[in-house]
């Protein structure tokens, strides 16, 4: 017996933007520049490195503090940010541990556009990327070409460069 051959149609893509297996992004309301951040079609819900979350309620809804740290591998240039929770999610990292985290929704820029995501606040500290993009956040959007990195180019030497000092 054969099996059904799949169909050669593609998902409808028009309007995406081919995007690269790593690219760089920006959270203008927090004065966040410039980030790298991976694509990661095995995550659902993207995922942000932050320290110090505090999570507590302002006018009787969930809110968190947090401190966003943009460059890998060190703390230089810290954020503080407030944004309301919008959710706690059980979320198993690709190391197989479970944990509760809390989600927040953020204006991220790529690409040069800009539109709203859900992240999971976490510590990557170990993690080669401070910033996982979920395909949530990608779906109807993007195409990612996981042979390219920078499709949707790069910022200034000097913002690079920031990005590999170690502190």
Request: aromatic share 6%.
């Amino acid at each position: 017996m054969a099996l059904p051959r799949s169909s050669t149609a593609s998902p409808d893509t028009t309007g995406a933007t081919l995007i690269g297996w790593r690219e760089w992004v920006a959270f203008p309301d927090w004065g966040v520049t410039a980030m790298k951040a991976k694509t990661d079609t095995g995550a659902r819900t993207s995922a942000l490195h932050a320290t110090d979350i505090e999570e507590f309620e302002r006018d009787g809804k969930p809110w968190a503090r947090f401190v966003v740290h943009p460059w890998q591998r060190n703390d230089l240039d810290p954020h503080a940010v407030e944004a309301p929770c919008v959710d706690q999610r059980a979320v198993t990292s690709s190391s197989g541990t479970k944990s509760v985290r809390p989600v927040i929704v953020a204006s991220i820029d790529l690409a040069g556009s800009s539109h709203e995501i859900e992240l999971t606040l976490t510590r990557r500290d170990e993690m080669g990327f401070r910033m996982l993009l979920g395909r949530n956040a990608m779906a109807g959007r993007y195409v990612i070409d996981p042979s390219v990195s920078y499709a949707t180019g790069r910022p200034d030497r000097d913002t690079r460069r920031r990005n590999r000092t170690r502190a």
